[in-house]
């Protein structure tokens, strides 16, 4: 069974970084593209990033680039994603998911971010 388990969410105030993790289980790892998707309070989810199999292309929402990056370590079934710059629009419950042509089929639990001062 797919398990796709996300951590490193927490409270953060503006400015501030936070690593999120995601650690995949019950299939080929490197086979599948990965993304990372945010849901904000009261609002339907958005698409932020994502990173093909090998990791050699990644792809932002351009309300992230230049401060969020996605990487993955095959090897250890996980995929990253470091926020830096963090800003109060962040604010969001953060999930991995596969990425096929379906679409994103497989999603994890959620890791919670919170920027505020």
């Known amino acids: 069974q797919v398990q796709l388990v996300e951590s490193g969410g927490g409270m953060v105030q503006p400015g501030g970084s936070l690593r999120l993790s995601c650690a995949a289980s019950g299939f080929t790892f490197s086979d599948y593209d990965m993304s990372w998707v945010r849901q904000a309070p009261g609002r339907g989810p958005e698409w932020v990033s994502g990173i093909d199999t090998g990791g050699g292309d990644t792809y932002y929402t351009d309300s992230v680039k230049g401060r969020f990056t996605i990487s993955r370590e095959n090897a250890k079934e996980m995929l990253y994603l470091q926020m830096n710059s963090l800003k109060p629009e962040d604010t969001a419950l953060y999930y991995c998911?596969?990425?096929?042509?379906?679409?994103?089929?497989?999603w994890g639990q959620g890791t919670r971010v919170t920027v505020s001062s």
């Open positions: 998911a596969t990425d096929t042509v379906h679409g994103l089929e497989n």
